[in-house]
């Protein structure tokens, strides 16, 4: 009946032997097939459930005429060489009301197994997972069966244990408390299955080992960051070296984005801006300032003509009022004078009153010449990306594809950087983890060891490379255009924000990449390397 | 294999009734190394027990399959064929997390070439093992130096491995290889890397320890110093027990071993 099969694809119920033991016992076939096959007469029970996805799986129906008790012993059919055997658990005796079983998921169950599920529809049954070891045994398992719903053990009677070839055997040692009046069974299984492994000549079961093998657990992180951080300083000069590879491949990048961004900006800036608000507000302060101007400009013009004939050969200067030669103010302010100076002058001298009119005129002129200034600012923008070549045209597409190529390249050679380091580091640190394992290290914390000593040289990197490829960028942008570049900085700011946080991402994730095939090698190591005496 | 049947053991006659007095049973063992196509028998079916408590010295030449049974005992390799129980659990049938709780608490390393983390102190290296054992950090430090007190290195707690001398570093190696009060100590040639003297102080160090916490002791050596500190002495030779000596019968031929037998234990 019992059968020895690559994976347990159903499993079947059998009868009791001895309905007088108190459990039934489930032999499960192993089969190759889907489909649930009746493995002999007799078979009062069948497969009611059928995990596709965890082909080790089944839940069993026991006839509950048939199992009236409430222990239950298995016969576990076992995968042969297979990493997880499971058993079916179920309760015997029937109620109509049956009750749900969900407090059994939560229970700390004291298994050598894992529980990992209870069906919903048949709450009485229970799939238990072995550990690996017990892939050894195709045979009996002891089951013991003590809990109950409301603390009560519906255990009646010792439980069975029968033996690969047939034999049985008592175990006494299952306490009997009050009998439970209510439809709920097993609470928690002690499936001891170190007991398997004891098994004498005549197949009976060994009683358990004094000692359990309880599994490590722990993976303790500060530690691993402490030995990363002190690895790191003690190479420091290779993580220097793997970092500066980081550095530099991540400045170019960035740079490379911090670039695009400030150039999308300017060119967004210098095609939109003057169909903008703001800009409509300029035009129209230019407007109110022309219409100041103008009457003021106007009179002063007026008492120039009428002062210029008398005072002509008086030759007075203007530049006591002005406070600088009139030559230069107007090539300062880009317009000219409203008359000549020297009749303005001559009319100033005439009547003081005009002195306050051309000083006010004066400053109005140098108001218009600011605002006319900033409402050229983008088409002199769209100039200077047109000489120096930056202006959106059709050709900045094939550069862009070369641009990437290069950033891919130059990411490439950080990564092969990195895995290079990295491989190094573990070679030279063989026998150290080799220690580590033979202190109790699990693979898990030497792959973090690892990964985190990437990591450390990953965000230095790639923070320094940020801000190196920023500095450049914005140093180049802000030679070649000036205060032009920033005119819209709120938007361009954001997009070089994004910029940086993509190239932390790909700094540390490069670093993490280039960090994992040689933890895994280190892991995988074996801590016999550790006794390894090199010459 | 008449021979490895009449290995002598205090328990063996009452073997069935108590397990438990062995540390460590290795049961017809036999390993296969593969070599391209060629198959080295390593060991070629060992049997033997070691009681709790005793200090056991492994001797052999090399190449006799003395590591590779080391090795076996320590769990850092599985048999071919046959069980090795240690503390009746059967390494084989372990899994790696299994194992990693057992190489933890149940067993103590020692090794030829100290093997301490270089980037960590003296009481950092011993503090390891406890904080793979789940210990808080300042049990841990109390603890560990509390057994570097014992080895006499309480005033260089703080001292990196390469700010010691051998001697100081195997005995930091001790220390932490008694970190988690292990039930044995696998001592690959304690002595190997380190001058007459120091091995001498070593060794008293490991018979000591081996007295006060009655911990059981299992040394692969060449040294013949060893020899007058162990309990038993197993032999190898390819790949088969040899002979197993008590010290008793031992003593009669110290001065042979002493003098000029020296030469075959190479």
Redesign the interface.
């Known amino acids: 009946m019992i059968g020895i099969a690559a994976r347990v694809e159903s499993c079947y119920v059998e009868p009791a032997l001895g309905k007088k033991f108190g459990g039934g016992e489930i032999v499960g076939s192993c089969l190759g097939g889907n489909r649930p096959q009746v493995a002999g007469p007799g078979l009062a029970d069948h497969l009611i459930h059928h995990r596709r996805s965890q082909p080790l799986a089944a839940v069993l129906e026991v006839d509950p005429e048939v199992h009236n008790a409430n222990g239950a012993v298995l016969r576990l059919v076992a995968g042969h060489q297979h990493r997880h055997v499971y058993l079916v658990v179920l309760r015997q005796k029937s109620h109509p009301f049956f009750r749900p079983f969900d407090h059994l998921v939560e229970q700390e169950l004291r298994l050598v197994g894992r529980l990992i599920a209870v069906h919903p529809f048949f709450p009485q049954g229970a799939l238990l997972q072995l550990?690996?070891?017990a892939k050894?045994i195709a045979g009996a398992v002891d089951v013991q069966v003590e809990g109950g719903f409301d603390g009560a053990v519906n255990v009646d009677q010792p439980v069975q244990v029968t033996g690969a070839d047939g034999a049985d055997f008592h175990h006494p040692s299952i306490p009997r408390r009050r009998p439970c009046h209510m439809p709920i069974a097993v609470q928690s299984f002690i499936v001891s299955s170190?007991a398997l492994?004891n098994r004498n000549g005549n197949g009976m079961l060994a009683p358990a080992?004094?000692?359990e093998?309880?599994?490590?657990?722990?993976l303790?992180l500060?530690?691993a960051v402490e030995?990363a951080y002190?690895?790191i300083?003690?190479r420091l000069g290779r993580s220097l070296l793997v970092t500066s590879g980081i550095v530099l491949a991540l400045a170019f990048l960035m740079s490379i984005l911090a670039n695009r961004a400030t150039l999308d900006g300017m060119r967004h800036w210098a095609r939109w801006a003057p169909a903008s608000a703001r800009f409509d507000r300029l035009r129209d302060q230019r407007a109110a300032l022309e219409d100041r101007m103008r009457p003021r400009e106007a009179r002063l013009r007026l008492a120039a003509r009428r002062a210029g004939e008398s005072a002509r050969n008086q030759s007075p200067d203007l530049r006591p009022l002005l406070g600088q030669d009139p030559a230069e103010l107007q090539k300062e302010l880009g317009i000219p004078l409203p008359a000549p100076p020297s009749d303005l002058a001559a009319a100033v001298a005439h009547n003081v009153s005009l002195a306050d009119d051309l000083r006010q005129w004066v400053a109005d002129a140098r108001d218009l010449k600011r605002l006319r200034e900033e409402l050229t600012a983008p088409e002199r923008l769209g100039a200077l990306l047109q000489t120096h070549g930056d202006a959106d045209t059709g050709q900045s597409a094939a550069r862009r594809t070369q641009t990437r190529w290069l950033v891919a390249l130059a990411l490439l050679v950080a990564f092969v950087g990195i895995l290079n380091a990295m491989l190094m580091s573990v070679t030279e640190r063989f026998?150290?983890i080799?220690?580590?394992?033979?202190?109790?290290?699990?693979?898990e914390?030497i792959i973090k060891l690892f990964l985190l000593e990437s990591l450390f040289q990953g965000i230095v990197g790639a923070a320094f490379g940020v801000v190196i490829g920023l500095a450049l960028s914005l140093l180049a942008t802000l030679l070649s255009y000036g205060t032009l570049a920033f005119q819209d900085f709120g938007a361009t700011g954001l997009d070089i924000l994004g910029g940086a946080g993509i190239c932390l991402g790909v700094g540390i994730g490069l670093t993490i990449a280039g960090a994992l095939y040689p933890a895994w090698q280190a892991a995988r190591m074996?801590?016999?390397e550790?006794?390894r005496?090199e010459a | 294999m008449t021979r490895q049947q009449e290995i002598p053991g205090p328990a063996q006659a009452d073997a069935n009734s108590e397990l438990a007095e062995y540390i460590v049973r290795a049961i017809d063992v036999k390993r296969v190394y593969r070599m391209g196509d060629e198959e080295v028998h390593a060991l070629k079916g060992v049997t033997l027990s070691i009681n709790r408590g005793e200090y056991i010295s492994i001797m052999g030449p090399s190449g006799s399959g003395k590591s590779t049974l080391f090795n076996m005992i320590g769990g850092l390799d599985k048999p071919t064929e046959g069980k090795v129980y240690i503390d009746e659990v059967d390494i084989a049938q372990l899994d790696s997390y299994e194992l990693a709780w057992m190489r933890c608490r149940k067993i103590g390393y020692i090794f030829q070439t100290f093997n301490l983390i270089p980037v960590m102190t003296a009481l950092e290296n011993v503090m390891l093992p406890m904080i793979f054992a789940g210990l808080g950090t300042s049990d841990a430090q109390d603890r560990a130096a509390e057994i570097l007190k014992r080895v006499e290195l309480g005033h260089r707690l703080m001292n990196k491995p390469s700010e010691m001398s051998g001697g100081q570093q195997q005995r930091v190696a001790i220390a932490r290889a008694f970190a988690n009060d292990p039930a044995i100590i696998l001592a690959d040639e304690p002595t190997g890397n380190l001058d007459l003297q120091t091995g001498k102080l070593i060794i008293d160090l490991l018979h000591g320890l081996n007295r006060e916490k009655g911990v059981t002791i299992i040394s692969a050596t060449h040294d013949h110093k060893m020899l007058s500190v162990s309990d038993r002495i197993i032999w190898i030779r390819d790949g088969r027990v040899d002979k197993i000596q008590k010290r008793a019968e031992l003593k009669i031929a110290e001065g042979t071993i002493e003098g000029e037998g020296g030469e075959d234990l190479r």
């Not at chain 1, 093998?213 to 722990?218: M, Y």
């Not at chain 1, 080799?434 to 693979?443: E, P, R, V, Y």
């Open positions: 550990p690996r070891r050894f170190t492994t080992p004094p000692h093998v309880p599994r490590q657990v722990s303790p500060g530690k030995i002190k690895n300083r003690l026998r150290e080799g220690t580590m394992k033979c202190l109790g290290a699990l693979d914390f074996q801590p016999i550790a006794m005496v």
